[in-house]
């Protein structure tokens, strides 16, 4: 059973940084592609970024292209999500994902392994 712990999240005022964190454990994460996703409150979860497990891969949600960065250390088992340049309507729960097969995929339902989620807050 493959388990993931996001980490990072915070307050931080509109033009900040963070850096969110997701550890993996357990079952064969390894060979699938990683993603984040985000969600507030009333809606579903939004794709924000993905990485292909050899890491050759990335893509993005429009909203977050050229200020959000993913990244994986496969020595570590992590994926990271660099958020630069943070906007209000960034603020969200940030979820990790992780699949069983390796195909990359932006839509929620082709993701089974979830973290619990960190906040994020970006406030004005």
């Known amino acids: 059973q493959v388990q993931l712990v996001e980490s990072g999240g915070g307050l931080v005022q509109t033009g900040g940084s963070l850096r969110l964190s997701c550890a993996a454990s357990?079952?064969?994460?390894?060979?699938?592609?990683m993603a984040w996703f985000r969600q507030v409150p009333g809606k579903g979860r939004e794709f924000v970024a993905l990485?292909?497990?050899?890491?050759?891969?990335?893509n993005y949600g429009d909203s977050v292209k050229g200020r959000f960065t993913i990244s994986r250390d496969s020595s570590m088992n992590k994926v990271y999500l660099q958020m630069i340049n943070l906007k209000p309507e960034d603020t969200a729960i940030y979820y990790c994902?992780?699949?069983?097969?390796?195909?990359?995929?932006?839509?929620?339902?082709?993701?089974?392994?979830w973290g619990q989620g960190t906040q994020v807050t970006v406030s004005s």
């Open positions: 994902a992780t699949r069983s097969g390796a195909a990359a995929a932006t839509r929620e339902s082709a993701y089974v392994y």
């Open positions: 357990g079952g064969t994460y390894r060979t699938a592609p």
């Open positions: 990485i292909t497990w050899d890491g050759a891969t990335t």
